[in-house]
């Protein structure tokens, strides 16, 4: 992450070439969601719902407080997306085995047919800028994105993608 001089080479970026990557990355994000907006809509879901599918199908058996600490969403704010997610059959909560007071979420195969779907369209979206940028691009993008994130957040994220690999 680091260029071993404190970032002093990255110096010389002006304000406005900062506020040219300001509004990249929120145009890239609008094309990033476009797609799984476009699918969610027809259900009459929103990107909360995609969030949590995208997470419980990365890590199944989670429990409802991992889920909110990935998150960073209120408990009723969850809840809300949960019961949703659960009455139309996309998620199934389960009573912890060890802890029955724990809910373990799982994908149902009809919520796995929708995270399919939603992560083609973002997958698709992501490999064909990563093959025009090139591999070095993608390597310092990607160094780029963990170091905007605060702290607890990276160490989440590192938490994350070490169990899924």
Known sequence: MADGKGGEALLFLTDEQLRLGIEAMFFAYRGFTADPDRILETLAYGRAHHRAIHFISRRPGTTVNNLLAILGVTKQSLNRVLRTLV??????????????????????????ALEQKLSDAQRARMRGAYRAAGPEAVAGFRQVLEA??????????????????
């Open 148 to 165: 905007m994130m605060d702290p607890d957040m990276r160490r989440s994220y590192y938490a994350i993608r070490e169990q899924g690999t």
């Open 87 to 112: 009455a139309d059959g996309l998620v199934e909560s389960r009573v912890g085995s060890q802890d029955k007071r724990q809910r373990n979420l799982y994908l149902t195969d009809e919520g796995k």
